[in-house]
């Protein structure tokens, strides 16, 4: 059974504090990597992607990538209320699959 | 780009009766669709995936005679929930996965079933 795992949280982080998020997963084969960030009531949007072992930035975002360790992360810079939500992590074999996903709190 | 659209939005339906929802990708041709339910509070279950021109592959458990899924161009998908019940209500989401070799999954914003 290929799995994804995320701790489900709550993560409670303050305002301007690095939010970090971690995923690990099963499936050795693995070639893509996502994170998408899902308000509550909304559907699930897009924030990253990496294909590649290491570091890649896009603005407050940082993913992380460690194929050896099977280990995805998501840091978030300069932690801001409207990152409050859930973040699923998702991974592409032969199929994607998702994580449950991992509630962040930021704290005022 | 990769924007995905869902309608509608909202629909409330009496029990018995079916509802189909349209899920289409509005700047780039979708080969793959995919369709997730959500329970409120839950992850994400996958339900059927479906390629342009051919039969939806359903996950275990999914009644394909229920939940049935047309792909007939590579712009829209539909799901049609028959004969929908009370535990059909949920928050139903679909993906959609461009041509050119990207595996990347765009959402569309998700459409609530609401059976009475």
């Known amino acids: 059974q290929k799995e994804v795992e995320q701790n489900s949280g709550p993560l409670s982080v303050p305002e301007g504090a690095i939010a970090s998020l971690n995923c690990t997963y099963s499936d050795r084969v693995s070639q893509s990597f996502f994170w998408y960030r899902q308000y509550s009531g909304k559907s699930p949007e897009l924030i990253m992607s990496i294909y590649s072992n290491g570091d890649k930035e896009d603005g407050r975002f940082t993913a992380q990538l460690n194929k050896a360790s099977q280990y995805v992360s998501l840091l978030i810079r300069d932690s801001q209320p409207s990152d409050s939500a859930t973040y699923l992590c998702a991974v592409n074999g032969d199929k994607i699959i998702f994580g449950k996903g991992t509630r962040l709190h930021i704290l005022p | 780009g990769a924007v995905v659209s869902q309608h509608p939005s909202r629909v409330i339906c009496k029990s018995g009766t079916s509802v189909k929802i349209e899920c289409r990708s509005l700047d780039f041709q979708a080969t793959t669709m995919f369709w997730y339910r959500q329970f409120p509070k839950k992850s994400l279950m996958l339900m059927a995936t479906s390629n342009e021109g051919s039969k939806a592959t359903y996950e275990q458990g999914v009644e394909k005679d229920k939940f049935l899924i047309n792909h007939a161009s590579l712009t829209l998908s539909t799901l049609t929930v028959t004969s929908a019940h009370p535990e059909d209500s949920s928050f139903y989401i679909c993906?959609?996965?461009?041509?050119?070799?990207?595996?990347?999954?765009?959402f569309g914003p998700g459409t609530r079933l609401t059976v009475l």
């Open positions: 993906s959609a996965k461009g041509t050119g070799g990207t595996d990347t999954q765009y």
